[in-house]
């Protein structure tokens, strides 16, 4: 952990691990698989306490999980005196249920909520400083973004003869400058995120499958959503692609 001061206002970060990591293709937890010797749970442990923010890191694993939760045990340990606090707890079936679950475990009195993937595990502490300030300067719901470089379209199946051409067809195409490519952290103040969940554990399964961030859920409370540049390191890592990407880029900066 570097020689920064935790913020005056208590901040949580929450870090999702619970995902299958189907696409990755290793038959383990996203969170276990390896990326340059150690799991992507440990990297984005690392990257975390680094950036000095967190007083506490709740973490949601995979439902009867035991390995991740002795990780998080002995990462915590290896700090030792310089650990925020480091609670795990059982993800759920959905992204939204395992932030829930988190939200729960929060101690009292944290006020700032960041809320991160595992899946990101190069993330720079400077993308976690962003946001906090955001929130320090009184923003309720704050995530980090870069530019859509891709053009891009939406399309519809096609349907009758059109269908022996392709199975889709163009509908639009969007305007690309106002496009940008969310990451994480997400930072939210506490009891507006928690309202957020509130009201989407409401919901059908339906409308909870279309959730893909908490930015969504707090959109939909009318809460303004503000937006600090991101970082192409905070690349999510999704498939083996993505896996090797992140292999090469830690192997150029020497680790």
Known sequence: MNDAAHPAVP???VIVAAGSGTRLGYGLPKALVPLAGAPLLLHALRGTAGAGLAEQIC???????????????TFA???GATAPDIAVVEGGATRADSVRAAL???????VHVLVHDAARPLTPPEVF????DALDRGASAVIPATPVVDTIKSTAPTEGDAAAIAAEVVTGTAVREQLRAVQTPQGFDAETLRRAHEVAAGWDPEQAAAITDDAMLVESLGTPVYVVPGDLQAFKVTTPLDLHFAETFIAAQGG
């Open 59 to 73: 973490v949601a694993v995979p439902p009867g999980d035991t390995e991740l939760t002795a990780l998080c045990r």
């Open 11 to 13: 901040t949580a970060v």
């Open 104 to 110: 729960a475990a929060l101690a009292p009195g944290i």
């Open 129 to 132: 400083r962003r946001v906090c």
């Open 77 to 79: 340990e290896e700090l």
